[in-house]
């Protein structure tokens, strides 16, 4: 097993499901985007809904502020990438979702927050009060 291997190995035993779709990780969901001395820049990319993680892989003889900074970079540049017209964002185009249905309204908002404020999660009673 060569280094990225064992490394990818590793992120599994950390990352084990996407926190978006809950689909569990597999060793091809890991990229590396750049290596340095003591530093692996990983990208883990969900497979079903394309959510991704930035994670540095420090090894003993790494810097792990330097990788942070490296980790927080890519993550801002995604984020900026987000509001560039789809045209010009790499990746996949996905398309958007229906235009059909009420939209959320900030009361829809609050409304919910205070309903989870008093929710004691018997979903149960909930379901046969309705």
């Not at 280094?3 to 990352?15: M, P």
């Not at 985007?33 to 820049?41: A, E, F, M, Y």
């Amino acid at each position: 097993m060569d280094d990225f291997d064992h490394i990818k190995h590793i992120v599994l035993q950390q990352l084990h499901r996407c926190v978006v779709c809950h689909r569990e990780y597999e060793i091809g969901d890991i990229t590396s985007l750049q290596r340095k001395p003591g530093v692996w820049t990983l990208m883990v990319e969900c497979e079903q809904c394309h959510s991704r993680n930035y994670l540095a892989a420090v090894t003993p003889d790494g810097d792990p502020e330097a990788a942070m900074l490296e980790v927080r970079s890519l993550t801002q540049q995604a984020i900026r990438e987000i509001g560039l017209p789809r045209e010009r964002r790499s990746g996949e185009i996905v398309p958007e979702a229906p235009a059909s249905g009420e939209l959320v309204t900030s009361r829809d908002v609050l409304e919910m927050h205070e309903f989870l404020q008093e929710f004691d999660g018997d979903f149960a009673r909930l379901f046969r009060s309705s």
